[in-house]
């Protein structure tokens, strides 16, 4: 299978591919700068120019057994990663914007970055604190380690927190009875809002940095979980709530859009799908 990663410009309606690899690569960000992305491959993380794309390994330490649930701080010095190495269930850590040592920041296990705070003060991550069976609830903590504070109660299992650039909510995917729809929340828990009601499986919001836009995965009615190897669409939807709009249709779902991956210019978003 091919991974092709892609720009998609909002405003144009186009798609740039980037880089075509026969690797599995997934869940690209925008470096600082808008020059490079950040992606997920066998397990590591690596550095893809734009004006020459390649996969550029950054160094990670003893970490490589790394998810692709990462991202850059907000101001550009560091990465969080998730990676099992050390623990044996997914940690977060943080390293170096340009790779080093792993610096611990998850107390308890299992953890899954999503998203920076706009500060950089603080990350935000689903866990495991009721039992795999019992699905995940959005918490964060801060950015340099500290305990946890939990967010969300009552959904079957929830994913893909991510902060608006205001610091004002953060987005995330909930499932209630098989239904899975976007919402958003305070960071301190409170104001719980439903954003999107529909008939798709909708995963993994994202906001963008101008606050206008939160683009987003959606997969056909019926979907159990966030699977790869599906028909799926990339949606965009105001940050306000409203009508929704279909961007592109391809071949992916885990992988393709996991991680924060909006240009600092808002008007571009990185992702990945594959090629059978």
Known sequence: ????????????????????????????????????????????????????????????????????????????????????????????????????????????????????????????????????????????????????????????????????PDGEWIWFNGEIEGAVDLWRVRPDGTDLEQMTSDERVNWFPHPSPDGQHVVYLAYEAGTEGHPPEREVELRLIPAGGGAVRVLLSLFGGQGTLNSPSWASDSRRFAFVRYLP
């Open 1 to 164: 299978m091919i991974s092709e990663i892609a720009l998609y410009d909002i405003q144009s309606d186009k798609t740039q591919v980037v880089l075509r690899s026969d690797r599995h690569i997934e869940a690209p960000n925008f470096l600082p700068g808008d020059a490079a992305l950040l992606v997920n491959c066998d397990g590591r993380v690596f550095r893809v120019p734009l004006d020459a794309p390649a996969l550029e390994s950054v160094d990670t330490g003893f970490a490589t057994q790394i998810n692709n649930d990462h991202g850059p701080s907000p101001d550009g010095r560091l990465i969080a990663i998730s990676d099992k190495t050390e623990t044996g269930q997914s940690c977060i850590y943080t390293l170096p914007i340009n790779g080093g040592v792993p610096r611990r920041v998850s107390e308890k296990l299992p953890a899954y970055f999503h998203g920076w705070s706009p500060d950089g003060a603080r990350i935000t991550y689903p866990a495991f604190r009721r039992g795999y069976d019992d699905g995940a609830d959005i918490y964060t903590c801060p950015a340099n380690g500290g305990p946890e504070q939990r967010l969300t109660s009552g959904f079957d299992h929830c994913d893909g927190p991510d902060y608006t």
